[in-house]
């Protein structure tokens, strides 16, 4: 809640280029709304700067806490709002299979999964562990998204004929 990640990644066919990251940080001495208006103002300056094609955002991580779990479900609702009012369609994936994607391993450390996206993305200079988070998200949706694309390709030349 008090750093949420983003990134942004250009897609060319298979190839993957950085373009931008960071974290949207909210003020943890606020209440609740406006910490959440704050993400809100911060995610919609990324979308109005960047205007990316798509959008993907981790599923919540449940864990013991049950009171921070639900504030992490508050701002996840946002990172899901903010490209969907923007007419942005909007991809979710699961931590295991974000992991998956980049490092090859559903339960890879942090800095296993910084490392991977620092290979993927060459030049890259991460801003935070939330941050490179966010990039691997990006790049999962990205591997996902164009495995989808050619699976829909021959279905779709089919019914034009």
């Not at 990251?21 to 609740?32: F, K």
């Not at 701002?75 to 998956?100: F, H, M």
């Not at 994607?101 to 339960?107: D, L």
């Amino acid at each position: 809640m008090r750093h949420t990640g983003w990134g942004v990644i250009e897609v060319r066919g298979n190839r993957l280029s950085h373009v931008a990251d960071g974290a949207v940080h909210s003020d943890g001495a606020r209440p609740m709304a406006e910490r959440l208006v704050q993400l809100h103002e911060g995610l919609t300056q990324i979308i109005d700067r960047y205007r990316p094609d798509a959008a993907a955002v981790e599923e919540t991580f449940v864990n013991k806490n049950a009171s921070s779990t639900l504030k992490l479900g508050l701002a996840r609702g946002v990172a899901l709002l903010v490209p969907a009012l923007a007419g942005i369609p909007v991809a979710e994936y699961s931590t295991n299979l974000v992991k998956k994607s980049v490092v090859g391993a559903g339960h890879a450390e942090k800095q296993q999964i910084q490392r991977m996206v620092k290979l993927l993305l060459p030049g890259c200079l991460i801003e935070s562990p939330d941050a490179a988070d966010a990039l691997a998200v990006a790049i999962c949706h990205a591997h996902h998204a164009n495995t989808l694309d050619r699976w829909q390709a021959p279905v779709a030349a089919e019914a034009r004929r």
